[in-house]
C-alpha cells in the first residue's frame, strides 16, 4: 500500500499521471485542488485558477488541508493526492504549504515531483489554460524549482523518500516509473 503526495508545476501532468496511476493500481485518486474548488464555492478549477489569490486565503487552505487530511484519513488502499504548493500570483510567487502536523497525520509514504522544461509547459499552456497563467518558460522553470524546494522539505519532514521525475515523456511511461518507485 502506498500514499503517493503527487506534485509539480501546473502543466507538468499532474492530473493525467495521478488518474492514471489511481487507475492502474485500483487505488484512489484526490485532487487538491477539487477539493479547493468544492470548498470555496468557485464554479470550476478554471475560475480558481484565474483569480487565485483573489478567492484564496491563506485561512482558506488550512481548511482545505483539514478536508484533504480527512478525504484521505479513512481511505484504504493504494492512494494518489495531486497537490501544488506553490501558485503564481499578480505580484510573483505564493506558497502555502501544509503544516508539519498536518503533513505527518497525512500518512505520505512517498513524494514524487514532476520535472517539465518550462518551455514544454509554456507551450501546453498556451494550447489549453485551464485558467492558468501563461508565463514565460523561465518563469515555469522557476515554478518547477519551488515545487522542488517542497517536495524536499515535504519529503524530510514525512520522513518518506522523493523522486524527481522527468515528465517530458508520455504518460505511460511517467506513470510505470512512479509505479516502480512506490512498488505497485
Avoid: W
Avoid at 484519513?73 to 506553490?86: A, I, K, L, P, R
Avoid at 507551450?123 to 501563461?134: K, N, Q, T, V, Y
Amino acid at each position: 500500500m502506498f500514499r503517493l503526495y503527487l506534485t509539480g508545476a501546473p502543466g507538468s501532468g499532474k492530473s493525467t499521471a495521478g488518474r492514471a496511476l489511481a487507475e492502474l493500481v485500483g487505488g484512489q485518486y484526490v485532487s487538491y485542488g477539487d477539493l479547493l474548488t468544492k470548498n470555496l464555492g468557485v464554479s470550476s478549477q478554471e475560475e480558481l485558477r484565474r483569480r487565485s489569490a483573489a478567492v484564496i486565503s491563506p485561512e482558506d487552505v488550512v481548511r482545505a488541508d483539514e478536508h484533504v487530511r480527512e478525504a484521505i484519513g479513512d481511505m484504504s488502499g493504494d492512494v494518489v493526492v495531486d497537490s501544488h504548493v506553490v501558485t503564481r500570483e499578480l505580484y510573483g510567487f505564493r506558497a502555502i504549504p501544509f503544516d508539519p502536523p498536518t503533513l505527518r497525520a497525512m500518512r505520505f509514504t512517498h513524494v514524487v515531483c514532476l520535472l517539465v522544461p518550462g518551455a514544454v509547459i509554456h507551450d501546453r499552456i498556451a494550447r489549453e489554460s485551464g485558467g492558468r497563467p501563461l508565463l514565460t518558460p523561465d518563469q515555469f522553470d522557476q515554478h518547477s524549482a519551488l515545487q522542488s524546494s517542497f517536495a524536499v522539505a515535504y519529503s524530510h519532514t514525512a520522513g518518506v523518500p522523493a523522486a524527481f521525475l522527468e515528465a517530458n515523456l508520455p504518460v505511460e511511461d511517467v506513470v510505470a516509473t512512479i509505479a516502480k518507485f512506490v512498488g505497485a
